[in-house]
């Protein structure tokens, strides 16, 4: 069974940098991907990053450029550094692993969620 806890969640003046980090326990397989998503009060949750295995990553476009994804596999733990954060940031982030099954890799884990508020 996959567990995925997040951490690193706060408030912050807008500008400022948070960085979120998500343990992982259970087997994950080394096909597929871990990511991020976000859902903010009224609106659906969307994904913000996802890295693959092997490093590739992908950005959501209001992100870019801002927010860095990486992962320590020795660790188990995925890593969102924010920086210049706006209060449209403001959101509960999730971590999310992929599964893989009959030859796809789809997202199938979902850790508890953390709150980022980022005040203007």
């Known amino acids: 069974q996959v567990q995925l806890v997040e951490s690193g969640g706060g408030s912050v003046q807008a500008g400022g940098s948070l960085k979120l980090a998500c343990a992982a326990s259970?087997?994950?397989?080394?096909?597929?991907?871990m990511g991020w998503y976000r859902q903010a009060p009224g609106k659906e949750r969307e994904l913000v990053s996802s890295?693959?295995?092997?490093?590739?990553?992908v950005y959501e476009d209001s992100v870019q450029g801002r927010f860095t994804i990486s992962q320590d596999n020795a660790k188990n733990t995925l890593y969102l550094q924010m920086n210049s954060l706006k209060s449209e940031d403001t959101a509960v982030y999730y971590c999310a692993a992929e599964e893989y099954y009959m030859e796809y890799c789809g997202w199938a884990y979902w850790g508890q969620g953390t709150q980022v508020t980022v005040s203007s």
């Open positions: 259970g087997y994950i397989s080394s096909r597929c991907g």
């Open positions: 890295i693959s295995r092997d490093g590739a990553t």
